[in-house]
């Protein structure tokens, strides 16, 4: 018999509302699951197993009323940057010790309003600033998958690294993440899972904890394409507390997974061909190019020429938003407060104690751009350049449907290995950091597996409120690939 | 270096944050760094370019001026550190 943490979404679903199983059974076993895992993977910072079972005693009261939601019974993990009512919530910082917000993320509420179950809150790069994870103050997120032959433990990717290691390990059935140059769909590629940043607008930012607001959306990571369309449609909504989410239909994303690829074409853009990319990454790409022929789309090449600048100027853009959203964490209204001989020193001992490295490196870069003098220089540039980056994409659609990328420039690397240089990491997000600068929805698909045995991702850009493309390009990709290799389980031992 | 020590200790003052010398000495070469790299956009002549403000060409929606929430003073100083009554306490700022 097929274990229950083996199911998707959409099999749960059936089982649940054929009373295969109930939601107390579905959450026990994912419960039992953390319990024995959580140790070695480090994904979950605070497990709520009393909450799950008894979120999953109402879905069970419901199904057999026949009153199920979309998502009645299911039993998700969800990143610790949604404020969960009543549920500690700390970005992985420090400095938000012990912070119980007293009202619910938008996302997060319409989770529970579809019938979701909650297990737990997932690690994540401190306050979402990093690609691996490393920078969480409860310690690093660990890969499922290890390289053939050796028990080096992996980064996850990230920043939503607890997220997508949870799914890839069976500990949740579908996460919450959020991505603002790539902490989606890095993870996701790292970890063979699939992983959605949808337009920005698509989901509310309501309640969740701010990093960069222009770039910041939530989207979910989940094991399949349609699994990702499933958790998509209940994520979204049209919130009047957010004036940047779009007032703009829902559509059923579920409807448009297996619907092909016929008739669409696909754009591949020249400037990601990068120097130094490793050849099995253009292998892929290519492997990618020939699924999408076979199922009948069409293949153009495209010209994104700005690609090269969408990095530095994401580096300006970030940080300067992050420097002021992370102002309001002074020691005053929650969190740490370390004490000082006045006010001044109060709010410097505070942040000095609670921000990490990555983060104090961040709020400086983006108050030195953001001071006086420099303004113009590096925001208003930055912001002049997404404008040029957003214009070759919108050029680039006027011929295209959609458009493949890789997802990385290589595989998940080792805890430790890139933690020397901030460039270094940064450099991760090349292929996905455009895509926010211009606001666009992109996937990442598992397409195969590295020499090092370690998964690899492909990306997929959609124009702005089309994530359906998305869907249906993306099943086509997972079809085709049929990626069936799945981590060995070395973390339930010695338990 | 495109920033000195002096200027990593002004940004930090302005952005209130505690830095120890030797964070100083590498915040120093990592900022440089950040900073040099990102120089690169220099190259783009963006004189006529208007600046990004929004994904999609948008309506900013506005509501009602009716208060829509409130009375919740136990909500909002539950999370502080330091209280008093409904009052957040910090060290005096005027002797």
Redesign the interface.
């Known amino acids: 018999m097929t274990r229950l943490t083996d199911l998707t979404i959409a099999d749960a679903r059936d089982g649940l509302r054929d009373k295969t199983f109930s939601s107390r059974e579905l959450t026990q076993a994912h419960l039992e699951a953390i319990e024995t895992a959580n140790a070695a993977l480090n994904v979950y910072v605070l497990p709520t197993p009393e909450r799950a079972l008894e979120m999953a005693a109402a879905s069970d009261a419901r199904l057999s009323k026949g009153e199920a939601g979309a998502l009645e019974g299911i039993p998700l993990g969800i990143k610790d940057l949604f404020c969960t009512k009543g549920v500690r919530t700390t970005a992985c910082s420090h400095i938000l010790d012990g912070f119980i917000p007293p009202y619910e993320s938008t996302v997060t509420a319409n989770l529970w309003a579809e019938g979701a179950v909650m297990l737990g809150k997932l690690n994540n790069d401190e306050f979402a600033m990093g690609s691996s994870n490393e920078t969480s103050f409860y310690g690093p997120a660990v890969n499922p998958w290890r390289r053939e032959g050796s028990d080096a433990k992996l980064v996850p990717g990230g920043s939503s690294g607890g997220s997508s290691a949870a799914v890839a390990a069976h500990l949740c059935m579908g996460a919450t993440a959020t991505d603002t140059g790539g902490s989606i769909r890095q993870p996701a590629a790292f970890t063979g899972t699939v992983g959605l940043k949808p337009t920005y607008g698509r989901c509310s930012r309501w309640g969740i904890v701010a990093f960069a607001s222009s770039l910041d959306q939530a989207g979910p990571i989940a094991r399949t394409v349609r699994d990702a369309a499933i958790l998509l449609k209940a994520m979204s909504s049209h919130d009047p507390k957010d004036t940047t989410s779009a007032d703009l239909p829902v559509p059923d994303f579920e409807a448009a997974v297996g619907q092909g690829v016929k008739g669409l074409t696909i754009g591949i853009p020249k400037e990601y061909r990068v120097e130094g990319m490793a050849p099995e990454i253009e292998a892929l790409w290519q492997q990618g190019i020939a699924w999408l022929k076979d199922a009948g789309a069409k293949i153009k090449e495209v010209s994104l020429p700005h690609t090269k600048y969408a990095l530095p100027s994401y580096y300006i853009v970030a940080p300067a938003e992050a420097s002021s959203n992370l102002a309001r964490y002074d020691g005053v209204r929650y969190g740490l407060r370390e004490p000082g001989s006045d006010v001044i020193s109060m709010y410097e001992n505070t942040r000095e104690a609670g921000f990490g490295a990555e983060v104090k490196r961040r709020v400086l870069i983006g108050t030195y751009v953001l001071s006086a003098g420099y303004y113009d220089a590096y925001y208003l540039k930055a912001q002049k350049v997404r404008t040029l980056i957003k214009r070759d994409f919108d050029q680039a659609f006027e011929g295209v449907d959609a458009i493949l990328t890789p997802t990385t420039p290589g595989p998940a690397f080792a805890i430790g290995e890139k933690a020397g240089d901030p460039l270094e990491m940064y450099l991760n997000d090349i292929f996905t950091v455009t895509v926010n600068m211009a606001g666009l929805p992109g996937m990442s698909v598992p397409a195969g597996l590295s020499s090092e045995g370690t998964p690899l991702g492909l990306q997929l850009i959609g124009r702005a409120f089309d994530e359906e493309t998305l869907f249906r390009a993306g099943q086509v990709i997972e079809a085709a690939a049929g990626v069936s290799a799945k981590p060995a389980d070395w973390w339930s031992k010695g338990v | 270096m495109s ?1 000195d020590r002096a ?2 200790r002004r ?9 120890t010398d030797e ?1 100083a000495a590498r ?1 120093e070469t ?2 440089s ?3 040099d ?2 120089a ?2 220099d ?2 002549d ?1 004189s006529n ?8 060409a ?1 309506t ?2 506005k ?1 009602d001026d009716e208060i829509t929430d409130g009375f ?1 003073a136990d ?2 100083v ?5 209280v008093d009554d409904h009052y ?1 306490v ?4 005027v002797e």
């Open positions: 920033v200027t990593v940004i930090a003052r302005l952005a209130r944050i505690a830095i964070e915040l990592e900022l760094g950040i900073l790299w990102v690169q956009l190259e783009l963006t370019v208007e600046p990004m403000t929004r994904v999609e948008m900013m929606k509501r919740c909500d909002i539950k999370n502080a550190p330091q957040f910090v060290p005096k700022i």
